[in-house]
């Protein structure tokens, strides 16, 4: 599982300020999937953060990814095409993209819009861990914009 990850988005901030992608990363990292965390914002734009920085945030909103990956010179970013924060990749153990986009289907920063939105990841993760064909490939992805190098 790949997501792309900017703390000041206010799109990544209704995930993570409800506890919604925490929730997600401990129930798929607890099945074994391998959640990366990923910051592609470039140096000087005052959206980079320190491994420190990074942690301290980490640490406070109590993420649950298996590991948290800056990138800043955008080399994950560009290879895959992140193009928002959250953009969302689930990869599977062959190194296939199974599913690209949204992590939903409500394309707002409200917290209040989850519960009524289809989680596209869950869907794509469940279908995939069940043996399954991802049946929805591919969403337009929402959010901030990855603000490379």
């Known amino acids: 599982m790949l997501e792309w990850f900017n703390p000041e988005c206010p799109f990544v901030k209704k ?11 401990g129930d798929y990292t607890g099945k074994g999937v391998v959640w990366l965390t990923i910051d592609s914002s470039a140096p000087g734009d005052g959206r980079e ?3 420190d920085q990074a942690e301290k945030i980490m640490n406070g909103w109590k993420t649950r990814q ?12 560009r290879a895959y095409g992140a193009k928002n924060t959250p953009h969302m990749f689930v990869v ?3 190194g296939k993209v199974i599913y ?15 519960s009524s939105s289809t989680n596209y990841v869950k869907v794509a993760l ?18 901030c914009s990855v603000k490379y190098k």
């Open 15 to 25: 995930h993570y300020g409800s506890g919604n992608m925490q929730k997600l990363q």
């Open 49 to 51: 953060y320190h491994r």
């Open 66 to 77: 298996t590991a948290l990956l800056l990138d800043p010179e955008g080399k994950a970013g």
């Open 92 to 94: 599977n153990p062959e």
């Open 100 to 114: 690209e986009g949204a992590i939903d289907s409500k394309r707002t920063p409200n917290p209040a819009d989850i």
């Open 126 to 143: 469940d279908e995939s861990l069940s043996g399954k064909p991802v049946t929805t490939a591919n969403t337009k992805p929402y959010g």
